[in-house]
């Protein structure tokens, strides 16, 4: 386990620092400041973006005519994402009209965010028989 010691740190950090005159020190003020600012700064945005990362994602893939998995659960609030694998296009369209893909190419997606709590079926318009079930249901 390692302890820090800030009294030590901050004692090292003024009795290796230069006696200059006055305006010197005002402006190496200014510069830690300006510095500060920036590094205060920075943690807030990667923050933000790991927040947003957090909200929950699934992924379903599409190869070989098949939804793979064919039937996941989610909880509400989930970003389903499908991406085709494969030459053939592909279309996620779901059975009660919640929501519909345009064309899925290869190596492209389509993304749904799963709010209501519901079980969601939905197939490929160009292949019927290729279909998909998505379960949202709160955690327990
Ligand atoms: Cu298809």
């Not at 006696?19 to 700064?41: D, E, H, I, M, P």
């Not at 807030?44 to 973006?49: D, K, N």
């Not at 991406?83 to 899925?104: P, Q, Y």
Request: with cysteine; net charge neutral; proline share 5%.
């Amino acid at each position: 386990m390692t302890v820090r010691d800030p009294m030590h740190f901050v004692a090292n950090t003024k009795t290796s620092g230069e006696v200059g005159c006055k305006v010197q020190n005002v402006l190496r003020a200014l510069r830690l400041t300006a510095l500060f600012t920036v590094l205060a700064s920075a943690p807030c945005l990667a923050e933000e973006a790991n927040n947003a990362g957090a909200s929950p994602q699934a992924t379903v893939t599409m190869d070989h005519n098949t939804f793979i998995p064919s039937e996941i659960a989610v909880v509400p609030g989930t970003t389903v994402t499908w991406v085709n694998k494969e030459d053939m296009v592909h279309t996620v369209v779901d059975a009660n009209k919640g929501f519909r893909s345009k064309f899925i190419t290869k190596d492209t997606s389509f993304s749904f965010t799963f709010v209501t709590a519901g079980e969601y079926d939905y197939l490929c318009s160009i292949h019927p028989n290729m279909k998909g079930k998505v379960i949202v249901k709160p955690a327990s």
